[in-house]
């Protein structure tokens, strides 16, 4: 599996962006997507998680209310809507995918990861 994340960028606090996760590849019966975040000198932290199967969503409390997770499943696409940015955001945004349906807030139980894309979110 194969998963191409995109749609960072550079906004002023409050903003929205709109960040985007392309699976590709060899394909699972069930699995979920998580979206993980990682400042610099911190660990990777947990963001929000979708099932695939039926769309159940958890986030982190820190986006609760700001965030928004969603999937195409035609496209094979899970996204992220960030709205009214804080510059706490500001990090690289990375996708992941975990074979079978737990949706695991734990980045090491996941088993595959795009790349990453840079947020930077200015005061």
């Known amino acids: 599996v194969q998963l191409q994340a995109s749609g960072g960028g550079s906004v002023q606090a409050g903003g929205s962006l709109r960040l985007s996760c392309a699976a590709s590849?060899?394909?699972?019966?069930?699995?979920?997507m998580g979206w993980f975040r990682q400042a610099p000198g911190k660990e990777r932290e947990f963001v929000g998680v979708?099932?695939?199967?039926?769309?159940?969503?958890f986030y982190a409390d820190s986006v609760k209310g700001r965030f928004t997770i969603s999937r195409d499943t035609a496209k094979n696409s899970v996204y992220l809507q960030m709205n009214s940015l804080k510059p706490e955001d500001t990090a690289v945004y990375y996708c992941g995918a975990r074979i079978g349906s737990y949706p695991s807030t734990k980045h090491h139980q996941y088993d595959y990861w795009g790349q990453g894309t840079q947020v930077t979110v200015s005061s």
């Open positions: 979708i099932k695939w199967s039926d769309g159940y969503t």
């Open positions: 590849g060899r394909t699972f019966g069930s699995y979920v």
